[in-house]
């Protein structure tokens, strides 16, 4: 009975033994796996905490060049978009009368009557419209073009009521354009009424720089609500957060391989930046900059330059 059990208990005697081996071969396959990373410090520098309102561009002061008599436009010198002085010719005008008796100059050379009238720019500004061309009828007292004092150009700024002690008159800000230009601009003053929708008040935003921007531009205006000087501040990619954005940690190096999770309080957070209220890291550690999404608590990794 012995004799039979031999080759089994062989056979097991392999079984283990070849599993043994292969165990040990694939942990000596695997080696420890180090994350690539790039590093960073935290520093002490000023943080702000910023609003961002739109804006939309308007002239409010805007002349209308008027007709001062019945007739057709002989002549029409500006058009939109062109800068005017003050006084310059716009409109050359003939009166119908001298329109009727223009048609006796052909068969008496000697009877000659002009009667053209001219209208002048009653301001400086930009045309913004033409009603009128040459040969046009013109009527007295009806528009032939519309021109925007330069001088009275502002952004009109819809500011929710809970927001308005940030914007108080003389308030400074800035003005940012489409295109990503930069300026400097003042609250000036400041409507009476409310707008019983969106509950949200009216403000006028003078800046510093036209540089004959048009109507109806769409701007962000940039408030700072709080800054705060000499705090921690990190890359905000730097900060890692849960799904409820609740609970804040970065990674930490304690050597040159291995990385800890260390949870911190942020305060103000900007588009690039996160200020670091607790704990307090020395200025020589290094935070983790890329690479630490999905990392344990305890990580290994290896620095990359």
Known sequence: MK?????????????????????????????????????????????????????????LKKNQVKSNITGYIEQCLVHVGEYVQAGKPLFYIRTKEAEALSKFHASD????????????????????????????????????????????????????????????VGTYCTVMLPDS??????????LSTMDAVSQTQLYEVRVASIQNLPENLVANVIFVKNTKHNTQVVDKSCVLSDEIMENFWVMKLINDSTAVKVP????????????????????????IYTGQYGLPDTAFVKISK
């Open 264 to 287: 911190v309080k942020k305060g103000i957070s900007t588009l690039l930046k996160i200020e670091v209220i607790s704990p307090v890291f020395d200025p020589a550690d290094r935070i």
């Open 181 to 190: 230009t930069q300026l400097n601009g003042t609250v000036l003053s400041q």
């Open 3 to 59: 004799i039979k059990f031999l080759p089994i208990i062989a056979i097991l005697g392999l079984a283990f033994s070849g599993c043994k081996n292969s165990a040990e071969t694939k942990d000596a396959a695997d080696p420890e796996v180090k994350t690539p990373v790039t590093v960073t410090t935290i520093n002490l520098s000023s943080i702000s905490e910023n609003i961002n309102l739109s804006a939309t561009s308007a002239y």
């Open 109 to 168: 050379t000697s009877f000659h009557v002009k009667g053209l009238i001219e209208i002048k720019a009653p301001e400086s500004g930009i045309v913004t419209e033409v009603n009128k061309y040459s040969n046009d009828y013109a009527a007295d007292g009806e528009a032939l073009a519309t021109i925007a004092q330069q001088n009275s150009f502002v952004f009109l700024l819809n500011v929710p009521f809970e927001l308005k002690k940030y914007t108080t």
